[in-house]
């Protein structure tokens, strides 16, 4: 090997001399292994030198005999995980660091170095599942800044596609530059400007859940430098004529190949900008995965040569991706039974993609008695970690009720020990955590009564006290709204206690009120369904997941339970993070609702609440207040919706603000679609928070007429906040949309709608394959805070500024071009005061009202600043509930839904219930007796000085 390494050295010296724009480099001595003299590289003692990262893997290593030498197996096991086993050795001190330093410390323009790595290779069990991108070796280098030094010189490569790894001899065979080209890796000096700290060396294997065993066996680990070195500043040519093939989830590119004057090393493709993936320079096609369905993007690919010059990049290729394919839709259009069943089973069938999930894949897979042992383990090891978030408390102790009767004693003591490791008093924490600490305590007490919380109480001591603090916030929750109404994350999880009450509580007044309650919110759900999708602004909307909610997909939600009992007007194709097409972080921990889909389930919602829910034909404007925050301070919101059978807009303004909650979802429009995410909507900046998430209540105002919203903003001071972000969705519900004299209009198809800044806006494109930061540069960039669909985004930054949102349904319009024409020629935006110490805008709309708004303060009373055709908006006269069937005064103790000549009327003071016919009720829902005084206006109307036009018309009709 030694003469052929020499012969070789020269050829390649004779070669590069007749090569234009190089000089060539004479040839070093034979090379030697540099990992030798860093560790055992033949497992010459009987030990490996590498670690397992994870000990819960499944991973373990061996040393084996292979023609009767040492050799070392690698080996990974389910165990029911889907977690690859690494293997690994990292070191800060020796032969290959020193010679890497050693390169990169030579000054700027030096000739470059290659080196190779190699080891022999063989498959020593064959895996029914393996997981072929997670079987590999890499180099891993330490203080790279992937630009002077890569992070992986030896990327994650699969070997399954090596004759060493698909022979069946049973002998090991080398694998090396020639079966892999990125094992031959170039280190261009940089003069010193960076080092290498640590260099790794690691091998993955990995089996997917359920498989059987995976191995692979190694030896004669090493890493060789290439005889010879080249000065090389010439770049390879550009890659032509990209192409693409698409699925749902990956785009399939290829090119014509670059050409360089020493050859082509590599290219890298970059998808929006962002290097997404590299390949060799033979290999003139690349597969980019993890992409969102129903999106476009744009790729270009640029060549390497081993110098490390880079191509300028191809023209680039726009590609939009397949529609969403479920992988097990639901059935459609369903009964409620079948709906709920199919829930039922994706509880079970959630996926384990970064280790364990929360306890309801487990729970519900033990009440059917499925993968008893395995579950029991899982939950066993839940019940030993201890949980930060009280709503994981009250989840496990919802496990426990259920499938308690199948743990070992070892198990109870575990349980026991869990639920002794909380003080379940009074918390200042939000809503659902107050709940969630409560009911768990109050179920301790009855289900543990000699086991002690953390303040030393027990038993009955724990259920008096928790009941007191439950039905406090049931009496406050009734009477004033729930603070965390609609929010996708958190509504349900209050819901969830309330049920579990129900479910276990063993006092019947108890069990009554939270009943109650769990009613209302039901009503409250049934009156903003339409057909699919929620119309209402929501409180506590952390993000763009907080906001995704259709048939399509939607989180594990209350909206999820919603449509099981009403139904959609297509297939709900996908449920909870185990469906979720969005590549974001897994986050599994709020998944609780498959647990309500339960057949042991004891509560159902009020047939009312269903026969309103499921009403197809839904046309009116409505008002609610909500008069406490999530800390359960005072605070009012007075929340507005206008709702055509297809589609629906909804807004809120806050007043006497107490504390600042940031977390409302302000404008909220939304409409039928086939597509994915038929929602627009608004927010301003807040923070370092992700784009379209959270929103300051207190620096926008919001006003809404019918199917009209203004809005004035006003910066609180912060340069780097101060945007207004309008998000159109970009995966296909919007159809068409154009600009118009400054308006930006939209075809959805069943409506139209227009939008329009007081001040110039800038368009962006963002996915949720983009880091959070990509558009608001000031965001976090964390995997959970990327959106969860794309968006064009018009956003505006101004001290003070405004808008206007127009919508109509289509039937209105011959066309969008009709739509446009009204709005340039029916509507005019006055703007002159917006630069005022209070911005105002003075808009006259396409219903023919005019709306003047001035900015005002959010923790002050309301005054005369929302002003419809001269008056002022009574915010003060809205009720709790004021729709077609749902009527209550603020902190009123009487509720009463009606629908189809009939009515039941909830009394919060007595905590009954009462089914009253048409003839026997006033009109507003209340039993009728003589001195019962007559309602003032009915369901629907305007509000006392809510006079506009487009109130009680609704573009000529009157709501219903």
């Not at 050295?9 to 004479?26: I, K």
């Not at 280098?141 to 049973?170: E, H, K, M, Q, W």
């Amino acid at each position: 090997m030694n003469i052929l390494t020499r012969r070789m050295a020269a050829v390649c010296v004779a070669l590069l001399l007749a090569v234009p724009g190089t000089t060539a480099v004479a040839a070093d001595d034979p090379p030697t292994n540099l990992l030798a003299a860093d560790l055992d590289t033949g497992f010459d003692s009987g030990k490996s030198p590498l670690t397992t990262s994870s000990p819960t893997s499944g991973g373990t290593q061996q040393i084996v005999q292979v023609d009767g030498d040492n050799a070392l197996e690698l080996r990974d096991a389910s165990q029911g995980t889907n977690l690859s086993s690494y293997f690994y050795h990292r070191w800060s001190a020796g032969a290959l660091k020193d010679r890497i330093n050693a390169v990169y410390g030579e000054p700027v323009g030096s000739p470059a170095r290659q080196f190779v790595l190699q080891y022999d290779l063989a498959r020593s069990a064959a895996s029914d599942k393996p997981v072929a991108k997670d079987i590999y070796a890499q180099i891993q280098f330490g203080n790279f800044d992937n630009n002077l030094v890569p992070r992986f010189p030896v990327p994650a490569v699969s070997i399954t596609t090596t004759p060493a790894y698909t022979g069946t001899s049973g002998h090991l065979s080398r694998v090396d530059d020639t079966a892999l080209p990125a094992y031959r890796f170039t280190i261009v000096p940089n003069g010193g400007q960076r080092l290498i700290s640590t260099v790794e060396l690691g091998f993955s294997v990995r089996v997917d859940t359920g498989g059987t065993d995976e191995a692979i066996t190694v030896d004669n680990l090493g890493v060789y430098e290439v005889a010879g070195g080249v000065t090389d500043t010439e770049p390879p040519s550009a890659p032509t004529r990209l192409t693409a093939g698409v699925t749902s989830g990956s785009v399939s590119l290829g090119w014509t190949a670059s050409t360089d004057n020493l050859g082509v090393t590599g290219y890298d493709v970059f998808r929006d900008g962002y290097q997404v993936a590299s390949v060799s320079g033979t290999t003139t096609s690349a597969v980019v995965t993890g992409l969102m369905p129903a999106t476009r993007y744009d790729f270009t690919v640029r060549a390497r040569d081993a110098s490390g010059n880079i191509s300028a990049l191809s023209a680039p290729l726009r590609a939009s991706t397949g529609p969403y394919v479920p992988e097990s839709p639901a059935p459609y259009p369903g009964t409620q039974e079948s709906r709920t069943q199919w829930l039922w089973n994706k509880t079970k069938a959630m996926k384990e993609e970064s280790g364990a999930v929360n306890v309801a894949q487990y729970t519900a897979q033990l009440a059917d008695h499925e993968n008893v042992t395995t579950n029991l383990s899982k939950l066993d090891a839940q019940f030993q970690s201890y949980d930060y978030e009280q709503y994981k408390t009250v989840a496990k102790m919802y496990s426990y009720l259920m499938v308690g009767d199948q743990f070992s004693p070892d198990m109870l003591a575990h349980v026991r020990s869990y639920f002794a490791s909380y003080g379940y008093g009074n918390l200042p924490q939000t809503e659902n955590l107050r709940m969630s600490n409560y009911v768990t305590g109050y179920l301790v007490g009855q289900y543990f009564p000699d086991l002690a919380d953390l303040n030393g109480n027990s038993g009955a001591q724990l259920k008096t006290a928790n009941k007191a603090n439950i039905l406090e916030m049931v009496n406050v929750g009734v009477r004033s709204g729930w603070a965390e109404y609609q929010s996708p994350e958190y509504t349900f999880m209050t819901y969830f206690c309330l049920n579990a009450l129900y479910q276990w509580a063993d006092e019947a007044e108890l069990r009554q009120q939270v009943r109650m309650a769990m009613d209302v919110m039901w009503f409250e759900w049934a009156n903003d369904w339409i057909d699919g999708y929620m119309i209402s602004s929501e409180s506590r909307a952390k993000g763009d997941l907080a906001s995704v909610n259709d048939p399509t997909w939607r989180p594990a939600d209350h909206s999820t339970l919603a449509w099981t009992y009403f139904g959609a007007h297509r297939v709900q194709q996908g449920v909870g993070e185990s469906d979720n097409p969005a590549p974001s972080a897994y986050r599994p921990n709020l998944e609780y609702a498959g647990l309500v889909a339960w057949s042991g389930t004891k509560y159902t919602p009020p047939p009312t609440a269903v026969e309103i829910g499921r009403k197809t034909d839904k046309s009116y404007t409505a008002h609610k207040a909500n008069l406490q925050n999530s800390s359960g301070h005072a605070m009012d919101i007075y929340r507005t919706s206008y709702v055509r059978p297809t589609w629906g807009l909804g807004t809120e303004v806050h007043y006497r603000r107490v504390d600042n909650w940031i977390e409302d979802l302000p404008v909220v429009l939304r409409w039928h679609s086939d597509a994915a995410n038929p929602l627009f909507r608004l927010s301003v900046d807040q923070g370092n928070a992700p784009i379209g998430a959270y929103d300051q209540p207190a620096d926008q105002r919001v006003m809404q007429d019918g199917p009209t919203a203004v809005g004035v903003y006003k910066s609180s001071g912060d340069q780097t906040s101060n945007y207004i972000n309008a998000l159109f969705p970009a995966n296909g519900s919007i159809r068409e949309r154009r600009e118009v004299d400054g308006w930006t209009i939209a075809d959805t198809g069943p409506m139209y709608f227009a939008y329009k800044l007081a001040k110039p806006g800038t368009w962006y494109h963002q996915t949720p394959n983009d880091p959070a930061n990509k558009v608001k540069t000031t965001a976090q960039n964390h995997p959970t805070a990327t959106l969860s669909y794309s968006y064009d985004i018009l956003r505006s930054q101004a001290d003070s500024n405004g808008w206007v949102l127009e919508s109509a349904d289509a039937s209105e319009y011959a066309d969008l071009g009709a739509f446009a024409h009204a709005l340039t020629t029916s509507t005019s935006l006055d703007t002159s005061h917006v630069d005022e110490a209070n911005p105002r805008l003075v808009y006259h709309s396409l219903s023919g009202d005019d709306l003047d708004i001035t900015f005002d303060s959010a923790s002050a009373a309301p005054g005369a600043t929302h002003l419809v055709n001269g008056s002022p908006v009574d915010y003060d006269a809205f009720k709790l509930f004021d729709t077609p069937w749902l009527q209550q005064d603020k902190r009123g103790s009487t509720f009463t839904a009606s629908v189809g000549g009939a009515s039941v009327v909830y009394d919060f003071d007595h905590w009954t219930v009462t089914a009253v016919d048409r003839k026997d009720q006033d009109r507003r829902g209340r039993p009728r007796s003589d001195d019962a005084p007559r309602a003032e206006h009915g369901p629907g109307r305007c509000p006392q000085g809510h006079g506009s036009r487009s109130c009680t018309r609704a573009r000529g009709t009157t709501a219903r």
